[in-house]
């Protein structure tokens, strides 16, 4: 029985969103269920899938948080 956690950032797909939707979650569990099928046949009923949706601020890359590294990167600091 695989378990896959996937990781999403909260900001949503467009900048007026603050988190993943119910349908793109539906969506993400279907694919990665279908892939878990196609690649190793494991059937859809035996794979949980997990969606944790990450903080904006639980972030970071650049050696910066998220906010400031975007900041820096449109300043053209970074």
Same mark, same amino acid.
């Given at each position: 029985?695989?378990?896959?956690? #996937?990781?999403v950032?909260?900001e949503?797909?467009t900048?007026?969103? +603050?988190? @993943?939707?119910?349908e793109?979650?539906?969506a993400i569990?279907?694919g990665?269920s279908? #892939?878990?099928l196609?690649?190793?046949n494991?059937?859809?009923?035996? +794979?949980? @899938?997990?969606?944790?949706e990450?903080e904006?601020d639980n972030?970071?890359?650049?050696g910066?948080p998220?906010?400031q590294y975007?900041?820096?990167?449109?300043?053209?600091?970074a």
């Amino acid at each position: 029985m695989p378990i896959v956690t #996937v990781q999403v950032t909260r900001e949503g797909t467009t900048p007026d969103r +603050t988190s @993943v939707t119910a349908e793109e979650k539906a969506a993400i569990i279907a694919g990665v269920s279908q #892939v878990m099928l196609d690649v190793l046949n494991k059937p859809l009923e035996s +794979t949980y @899938v997990v969606i944790e949706e990450v903080e904006l601020d639980n972030w970071g890359w650049g050696g910066l948080p998220t906010v400031q590294y975007r900041k820096k990167k449109a300043d053209g600091t970074a």
